[in-house]
């Protein structure tokens, strides 16, 4: 079945210490998205590639990066992650242009920080 | 600027109970599109059903059924006969149809956590 997958499920990391979180796909979608969501709250966009065209919403901090090196992948980098980076790390894909298309996730990372 | 509230943080039902989850929405747009997502314990976001802004017909899909109300700028969510598995957080969802570049401009209610009660 063509999906989203994320690895890990579980990331634990200490303060500090640059942590990598990746994202595949199967679905050939163009656009996919990295969301950032802490305990009870909605998802947070935190940015999102179309092809290879990143785009950072404006409040992301500068502590968050990414990368998309093909249409597959898409990894999500955090340089110096501190506590209030505890979060659960979603991936998302959608197609080109298409508003009126659901977002496919992935399971999510689990990031825990020591 | 859009926004989607969902007032209701929890919700708990005693198993076959129905129950119905409520979504308020705000758009300046004219066409605009509303989702509900799952989220299990699991963490995965799964996608339930997308309803576009011209069309009010409310849908039934088994026991989940959505009330659309474009005058009242609502999209509610009611399970009929709950069971356990449908225990997780409920997000509703706005995506509005102007864009650039194709980026789809999402945005998330903060979600109704539903507990269904053995």
């Known amino acids: 079945d063509a999906m989203v997958i994320q690895n890990p499920r579980y990331q634990v990391t200490q303060f500090g210490k640059p942590v990598t979180l990746s994202c595949s796909q199967t679905?050939?979608?163009?656009?996919m998205y990295w969301y950032q969501q802490k305990s009870s709250q909605a998802p947070k966009l935190l940015f999102h590639y179309y092809d290879k065209d990143f785009n950072n919403e404006a409040d992301t901090p500068d502590n968050f990066q990414s990368r998309r090196p093909n249409t597959s992948f898409c990894f999500l980098d955090i340089r110096s992650p501190g506590l209030g980076d505890a979060a659960m790390y979603l991936c998302a894909t959608s197609t080109y242009r298409a508003s009126n298309q659901p977002q496919h996730f992935g399971d999510g990372t689990r990031l825990s920080i020591l | 600027a859009q926004k989607v509230t969902q007032a209701q943080t929890e919700i708990s039902v005693v198993e076959k109970e129905d129950v119905t989850l409520d979504c308020v929405y705000e758009?300046?747009?004219?066409?605009?599109?509303l989702f509900w997502y799952k989220q299990p314990p699991s963490g995965e976001l799964v996608f339930l059903i997308r309803?576009?802004?011209?069309?009010?017909q409310n849908e039934i899909s088994g026991r989940y059924s959505w009330n659309f109300q474009k005058s009242t700028s609502s999209f509610n969510f009611t399970i009929t006969a709950s069971q356990v598995v449908d225990s997780a957080v409920y997000f509703c969802?706005?995506?509005?149809?102007?864009?650039?570049?194709?980026?789809?401009?999402?945005?998330f209610g903060t979600g109704t956590k539903l507990q269904v009660i053995p």
């Open positions: 969802a706005l995506s509005e149809a102007s864009y650039s570049g194709g980026y789809q401009k999402v945005t």
């Open positions: 679905l050939n979608h163009n656009v």
């Open positions: 309803r576009n802004s011209f069309d009010e």
């Open positions: 758009t300046r747009d004219t066409t605009y599109y």
